[in-house]
Structure formats: C-alpha cells, structure tokens
C-alpha cells in the first residue's frame, strides 16, 4: 500500500501536465485530493475520478488559495500536503516583450505559490507530517537563451521554497521543490510540434527524450509522502540528466552507442 493512502493533498494546475498526472498517481494511491486550475471546462476530467473534488479558479488569487484549503478541510478532514504547481511561460529578449509579461509570469510562478503557502500553513500544522512540494524547474537552476523572465520565476521560486523549508521544518513540515527538464505537457507542445526543437532536445538530454508527465508525478508524491520524511529544503531535477551536463561537449558515447 502507498505510503499516501488516506493522506488529503491539493494540487494546482490540476487540469493538464505534470499537476494532472500527479492527482492521477495520488487517487491511485488511495489519497484523497483537491484539484485546482483556472481552466474550469479542463479540469472536469476529476468528475469521473472518486475521492477528488475539483476547485475552478485563479491562483493568483487568495480567494482560490483559501478555497482550496478549506474544500480539503469541508470534504476530506484534513489537508497534509499541497503541490503548488500551476504555472506559465514567458520567453522574449529583455527589450523586446512588455514588462507585463514579466509581471505576470512573476504573479503566476513565484507569488501564487506563496499566497499558496501561506493559505495552507495553518491546516498542515494540524497534521503530522505537512509537506509542501513547489515546481521550480532546470530553468531555475540554470539559464536559457531568452529566458530571463521564465528564468528569473523559477530561481525564485525554488529559493523561496528552501526558505520557507528553513522557517517550519522545526514544526515538522517539510518544503522541496521538483524541477522538471523538458517533459511532455501542455506547456511544451508548441516545441514538440516544430521538428528542429524536438530534434535539439533529443541531443541536449542526455537520456535523449521528453520526459513523461508521470515520471514528474511519481517523484511529487515521493516527497508530500511520508517516506519522504527527512527530506526539505531540496531542489530535485527530474529531467533525464540535465542538470549532470555542463552542455559544453557533445555526448559521443552516447552518438558512438546510437550509431
Ligand atoms: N513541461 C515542462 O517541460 C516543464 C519544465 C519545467 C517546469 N515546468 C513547470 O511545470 C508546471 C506545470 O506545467 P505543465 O508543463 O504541466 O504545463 P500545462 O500547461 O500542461 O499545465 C499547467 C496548468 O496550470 C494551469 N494554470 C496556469 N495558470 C493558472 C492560474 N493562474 N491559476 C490556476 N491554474 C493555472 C493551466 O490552466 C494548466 O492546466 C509549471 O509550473 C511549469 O512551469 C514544466
């Protein structure tokens, strides 16, 4: 049995991608979930799926955020983790996109995600065991050509996390933050359509493939689990070996095995 059987978690950006997958893997499991996103008519697909509940709404917003906690509360007891996840792209050279997209990346990635946090602090400190799991990102932990906005966001949010980790581990809750390297959601289909993107990240992974929305999701619920339970203040990439490569050289083992 999964050691999240019977544990209540909310997960944002819950319609599509890795936050989908991660509701998916933890109803599996036997947990109770609340699933969030802006994209109401997306997120019906929890209808049909027993012990989640669906919240429409913006995460932006505090209303969403509290809306969340206390629809875990009202249906299932308890809240003992949130995956805040829900989040946008935002690439363009520095003078060549408005500040507002900036804004809203920032608003959407970093500030949601602490009005998330602070929404549910006073539910996972009713429970044994509250976890906290942000998404940061490779992009947080490294940088992309055109990337300062989406850059910025998820280095943001993954420091955020670790200190956020360093003020309520004393209370026994943990915060770690997943980075996704380029996985297979709703966010990168515009790439995966375009032949040259695909191609080029199959030479710059070193596992030399997209990743799969799942994978994300079974390393999610690892750490809101309690087999998890010493781990906080972690920044995990699950991204085929990414983040292992300075990217300076080619990976001619790799061509030389292919060829
Ligand atoms: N796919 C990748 O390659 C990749 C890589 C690194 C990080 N990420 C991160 O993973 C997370 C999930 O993205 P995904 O790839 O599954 O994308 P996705 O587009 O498939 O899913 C994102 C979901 O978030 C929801 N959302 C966006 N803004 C919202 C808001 N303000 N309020 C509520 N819901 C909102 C969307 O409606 C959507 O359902 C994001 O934080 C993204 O930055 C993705």
Redesign the pocket.
């Known amino acids: 049995m999964s050691s999240n059987s019977g544990r209540v978690y909310a997960v944002?950006?819950?319609?599509?991608?890795?936050?989908?997958a991660t509701v998916e893997r933890l109803a599996a499991d036997g947990a109770y979930v609340v699933a969030?996103?802006?994209?109401a008519d997306?997120l019906r697909w929890t209808d049909s799926v027993d012990g989640v509940v669906a919240v429409d709404?913006?995460?932006?917003t505090e209303a969403?955020n509290e809306a969340m906690v206390a629809a875990a509360e009202e249906h299932f007891g308890a809240l003992h983790g949130v995956f805040l996840?829900?989040?946008?792209?935002g690439f363009g050279l520095i003078d060549r996109i408005p500040m507002a997209t900036f804004d809203k990346v920032l608003d959407?990635?970093v500030r949601?995600v602490a009005l998330g946090i602070r929404a549910a602090l006073p539910a996972l400190r009713k429970v044994d065991g509250g976890a906290i799991v942000v998404?940061?990102?490779?992009?947080g932990l490294a940088a992309d050509p055109g990337g300062w906005t989406?850059n910025a966001s998820?280095a943001a949010v993954i420091n955020m996390a670790k200190s956020i980790a360093l003020d309520v581990a004393h209370e026994g809750i943990r915060v770690n933050a997943v980075?996704?390297?380029?996985?297979?959601?709703?966010?990168?289909e515009p790439m995966r359509a375009k032949a040259t993107v695909d191609e080029t990240m199959r030479t710059v992974v070193p596992m030399a493939r997209?990743?799969e929305?799942s994978e994300?999701a079974a390393a999610v619920c690892f750490l809101l689990s309690p087999d998890a339970s010493f781990i906080t203040g972690v920044a995990l990439p699950v991204d085929g070996g990414v983040m292992a490569t300075t990217g300076q050289f080619p990976n001619f083992a790799a061509r030389a095995a292919k060829a």
Do not use: E, F, Q
Request: charged share 10%.
């Open positions: 944002t950006g819950a319609a599509s991608g890795i936050g989908r969030v996103d802006l994209n997306a709404g913006d995460v932006t969403t996840n829900a989040g946008i792209p959407v990635n949601a998404t940061g990102s490779t992009s989406y998820k980075c996704p390297g380029p996985t297979k959601t709703g966010m990168t997209w990743g929305s994300l």
